[in-house]
């Protein structure tokens, strides 16, 4: 494997399924799409940050680490996942929650993955803003700076662009298990569509496929920045990406595509579009996508094949990276199709 070599600690149900969408793609009339179920990781109701933590952990573990220390929003996956990871190795955690999303109940802030992160029993700090990575950081060196005053050996999980994409490995894994999956498909896969956050995933994803020879295109849908913001940060980690696995040369600027039609109205906030994606979804295949992070790129995904992007024939690989616990946070999914503007499933 292209990842060989790396330290690594066990946790994901591996292959995840590769599943077909007959009855999305019969009511769309487009391609033939399918979804990598990375939402069936295993630990802690899953996600691809499972993944990504394998070589996160393994790393901290080489390095001696008794505590992990992460950030993220509320309702961050990463958060969860992270705490998850460290009780399932028998090590401290101490987490910092963002204020990404504004004007969310009370609700939100007990519900999903927030309330689960209370379950798990992480220490969890706060930190008042939500855009300011540079000040998450240096707020996490504080946190690690107490560990460390009580005798602990921390280690800092950052997705910050300065710092080296180790998770990213975790999706240079699934992408060739992505591959060796394709053989249950009548033909090759076509395209690739999955959300663009951290930009870990898709940075993974595309470093994976090119060291491996494949010219797939993967489409990264827009979850926290703009378009061009996106797309020079995945084009910066798949070349780090590239350069660990010992493929300087597999990633070109071209290859990085992104688009951010439906990250309005910003990081966790729903919109029609976003809502009809996760009920279509939900109503034609029994799967429930979240509204942060994989609503937004099936929405995306649906435009794309709305503008006849995508020929019958073709087949379209939908990654699903999990975040069903947030579903919880957001009770207005539940209102009737016409309250709040929210439409109904076709």
């Not at 794309?304 to 379209?316: D, K, L, P, W, Y």
Request: hydrophobic letters at 40%.
């Amino acid at each position: 494997m292209l990842t060989d070599g790396f330290p690594r600690v066990d946790l994901t149900h591996r292959p995840t399924p590769l599943e077909p969408m007959p009855n999305l793609s019969a009511h769309l009339g487009g391609p033939k799409l399918w979804i990598k179920r990375d939402d069936c990781t295993g630990l802690a109701m899953g996600g691809n940050k499972v993944r990504q933590l394998e070589f996160y952990v393994g790393e901290a573990l080489a390095e001696g680490a008794d505590t992990l220390i992460t950030t993220g929003a509320v309702q961050s996956n990463h958060v969860r996942l992270t705490i998850a990871a460290a009780r399932k190795l028998g090590l401290s955690c101490e987490v910092q929650l963002e204020e990404r999303v504004p004007g969310r109940s009370e609700s939100y802030y007990r519900s999903g993955n927030a309330m689960l992160n209370r379950l798990m029993g992480a220490k969890i700090h706060r930190f008042p803003a939500g855009e300011d990575e540079a000040g998450a950081e240096l707020a996490m060196q504080r946190i690690a700076e107490g560990v460390r005053s009580r005798g602990g050996r921390p280690h800092i999980i950052s997705l910050a662009q300065d710092h080296r994409p180790t998770g990213s490995l975790g999706y240079v894994d699934a992408a060739e298990e992505m591959m060796q999956q394709a053989g249950q498909m009548s033909g090759s896969i076509d395209a690739v569509a999955v959300t663009s956050g951290s930009g870990s995933t898709h940075a993974g994803l595309l470093a994976g496929l090119r060291a491996s020879g494949n010219s797939i295109p993967v489409f990264g849908f827009c979850a926290r920045r703009d378009a061009q913001a996106q797309r020079t940060r995945v084009l910066e980690r798949s070349a780090q990406v590239a350069a660990m696995i010992r493929h300087p040369d597999a990633i070109a600027p071209a290859d990085v595509l992104t688009d951010d039609r439906f990250l309005k109205p910003g990081y966790g906030l729903l919109s029609e579009a976003v809502v009809e994606a996760m009920r279509l979804v939900a109503f034609h295949e029994g799967i429930l996508l979240d509204p942060t992070y994989t609503g937004k790129a099936m929405a995306g995904l649906l435009a794309m094949i709305a503008e006849g992007c995508f020929s019958r024939t073709e087949n379209v690989v939908f990654v699903h990276t999990g975040g069903t616990p947030a579903l919880f946070a957001y009770p207005e999914l539940t209102d009737p199709p016409d309250a709040a503007g929210i439409p109904a499933a076709a």
